[in-house]
């Protein structure tokens, strides 16, 4: 089995394996044979000894917060495998060479969207909890007013005051993935508000800007469907302004479904008498795997002055992941000391980015603290987590 990135040539037919798996259409593959060509994305495919194409995964490339820095993350998509070469080890063979190419190019994290926790586990990946869907009426914000002025944007205009929006609001969350103007028209708000029934008002109070919201209008019988698709805020301001604003549609749809991050319950905030009303769900369709266990010890907040020992194991396609570190402030050097805490590759990734707290991740198979533990549990703790983009 030969595993190696594609050639420009290359890419329709690796589009095609994910239509296959996906279960998609195709309706125009010469106009998708040009947009395949002219893609700059980091595709790798795996090939039978014959040359035929088996499987192909994307790795897109992009910065993510952690703790207040901005590091590189590297974002799995596609992951496909036409069905006569499944279970062929195809998949895990791209893994082993595109994983430590990503610690070469210099990424601290990978992570990705499964189908599948347990599928991708297998490659160091661990589940993120970040959000929780919310469905109810819109009249169950009857009691929330939004006294200032909403901006319907329209294809054309200027986005930069969305892209600042969400930089400040971001910039409070793990995992956020960093926005510039073209990421934030092309993949959140692109498109024709009567055409597309996709809705991006810029929500200000006087002249300043302190919330947006991006929804879709989904027709439903008996009544239309308001679907947040994205969502900033200046504090509670303009978390007030959204949820005022949202109660402007009761004539208009008949179901309002948003998300929220996990460390933001609305149920535990919002006013009310028809709060019993809200429907919540969590999700969990995020994953996280280190790439370079020593860059991301390094930037991960600590109290100062603090010092603890964490051995990493389990890591079987990047071997230089496992060992163990003394780990005094910002730096980070391996050591033959005896470890404070001991964990696979999934929990740490988990435990990093604060998806749970040391007293959470204790209950955890894979994770055993010997020592120190005041210091580990003033390390290891929840942090507000934001996904809002999508590769």
């Known amino acids: 089995m030969e595993v190696r990135k594609l050639t420009a040539q290359e890419r329709f037919e690796a589009s095609m394996i994910s239509t296959v798996a996906f279960h998609q ?7 998708k044979r040009e947009e395949c060509e002219q893609e700059t994305v980091e595709d790798w495919g795996a090939f039978t000894d014959d040359g035929k194409m088996m499987a192909r995964i994307i790795n897109n490339r992009f910065e993510a917060q952690m703790d207040g820095h901005l590091i590189p993350n590297g974002g799995i998509g ?37 189908f599948n926790h347990a599928f991708y586990r297998k490659f160091g990946y661990e589940t993120v909890r970040w959000r929780n869907d919310y469905e109810f009426e819109p009249g169950v ?4 007013r939004f006294s200032g002025s ?48 996709k809705f991006c008002y810029l929500l200000r109070q006087g002249n300043r800007p302190v919330a947006y919201l991006i929804f879709q209008d989904i027709r439903h019988d008996p009544a239309a469907i308001l679907s947040v698709k994205d969502l900033a805020w200046d504090g509670k ?12 549609f009761t004539a208009d749809y008949g179901t309002i479904q948003m998300f929220l991050p996990s460390c933001l319950e609305l149920l535990s905030v919002i006013q009310g008498p028809r709060v019993y009303d809200i429907q919540q769900t969590a999700r969990q369709d995020y994953m996280i795997r280190p790439v370079n266990v020593e860059k991301l010890l390094e930037v991960m907040k600590k109290p100062e002055n603090c010092s603890f020992m964490i051995r990493v194991q389990g890591d079987g396609q990047i071997r230089e992941n496992n060992g ?61 987590i934001l996904v809002e983009d999508h590769f």
Request: with cysteine; aromatic share 10%; proline share 5%.
């Open 78 to 114: 596609a992951v496909s495998t036409l069905p006569e070469y499944r279970n062929s080890g195809a998949i895990r063979a791209i893994f082993s060479v595109l994983l430590p190419e990503a610690r070469r190019n210099g990424e601290v994290i990978s992570t990705l969207y499964p």
């Open 324 to 384: 163990t570190w003394e780990v005094s402030g910002t730096r980070v050097l391996p050591t033959d000391k005896a470890p404070d805490l001991t964990v696979s590759i999934q929990a740490l990734g988990q435990m990093a980015a604060g998806c749970v707290s040391l007293e959470e991740a204790a209950y955890r198979l894979d994770v055993t603290i010997s020592g120190n533990a005041d210091t580990l549990r003033n390390v290891f703790v929840r942090k507000p």
């Open 150 to 197: 909403a901006e319907l944007w329209e294809a054309g205009k200027p986005v930069h005051e969305y892209t600042e929006l969400y930089r400040r609001f971001a910039k409070g969350f793990n995992l956020a993935i960093h926005r510039d103007d073209t990421r934030m028209l092309n993949d959140h708000m692109k498109g024709e508000y009567y055409k597309d029934r």
């Open 25 to 31: 259409r195709m309706e125009d593959p010469e106009k």
């Open 141 to 144: 914000l009857s009691e929330y």
């Open 237 to 248: 301001e303009g978390l007030y302004a959204i949820l005022g604003f949202l109660a402007r």
